[in-house]
T-cell receptor, first 118, second 114 residues
Framework: GAVVSQHPSWVICKSGTSVKIECRSLDFQATTMFWYRQFPKQSLMLMATSNEGSKATYEQGVEKDKFLINHASLTLSTLTVTSAHPEDSSFYIC??????????????FGAGTRLSVL | AQTVTQSQPEMSVQEAETVTLSCTYDTSENNYYLFWYKQPPSRQMILVIRQEAYKQQNATENRFSVNFQKAAKSFSLKISDSQLGDTAMYFCAFMKAGTYKYIFGTGTRLKVLA
């Protein structure tokens, strides 16, 4: 199956610092990347959709200036949490569009990044 | 807007027994897909089973099967011969055709007891 690599798996940072999360599709090209956020004991909520070479589209209530998304290539998308605060502590999961490789309308997910802001 | 509801926050089942997880959804779309995903303690999302809305036949994958009732907007997951490795969080998800975006339910935490 398709391989999605998400790094780091866990990061602890001080309040006010920025954290970058990388998501790579290792054996396919992804023109679209979905970023989800999962608060403890809650469901996954779509944050934003990024397309290679263009600006990301953010879901309602998600601050685009806080969550910077860069999708500069077909195999790499990054999510940067800027000036992180404790309320940004969450589990972030990427899901690249695998273009039907996994079967129609099936998406694979990265293993996720646990962000803890002190 | 679409919504997905899982009314059972937690469930438990004895090993080798059968358990059914409930899911209902609301949509005005006619062309969509429904999924069950498993999230074990590792937090990696794993696809369990998928159903196309235009298909009347219920999907099955080994020990996993669904009861898809389109008119009632119901999509339950049946796990037969439960195994300890089935212990996980289970999410029901909706996807409008052509979007690749999931709308997830709140999840059901399933614990399989030895």
């Amino acid at each position: 199956g398709a391989v999605v690599s998400q790094h780091p798996s866990w990061v602890i940072c001080k309040s006010g610092t920025s954290v970058k999360i990388e998501c790579r599709s290792l054996d396919f090209q992804a023109t679209t990347m979905f970023w989800y956020r999962q608060f403890p004991k809650q469901s996954l909520m779509l944050m934003a959709t990024s397309n290679e070479g263009s600006k990301a589209t953010y879901e309602q209530g998600v601050e685009k200036d806080k969550f910077l998304i860069n999708h500069a290539s077909l195999t790499l998308s990054t999510l940067t949490v800027t000036s992180a605060h404790p309320e940004d502590s969450s589990f972030y999961i990427c899901s690249p569009d695998q273009g039907g490789r996994a079967g129609k309308n099936i998406q694979y997910f990265g293993a996720g990044t646990r962000l803890s802001v002190l | 807007a679409q919504t997905v509801t899982q009314s059972q926050p937690e469930m438990s089942v004895q090993e080798a027994e059968t358990v059914t997880l409930s899911c209902t959804y609301d949509t005005s779309e006619n062309n969509y897909y429904l999924f069950w995903y498993k999230q074990p303690p590792s937090r990696q999302m794993i696809l369990v089973i998928r159903q196309e809305a235009y298909k009347q036949q219920n999907a099955t994958e080994n020990r996993f099967s669904v009861n898809f009732q389109k008119a009632a907007k119901s999509f339950s997951l049946k796990i037969s011969d439960s195994q300890l490795g089935d212990t996980a969080m289970y999410f029901c998800a909706f996807m409008k055709a052509g979007t690749y975006k999931y709308i997830f339910g709140t999840g059901t935490r399933l614990k399989v007891l030895a």
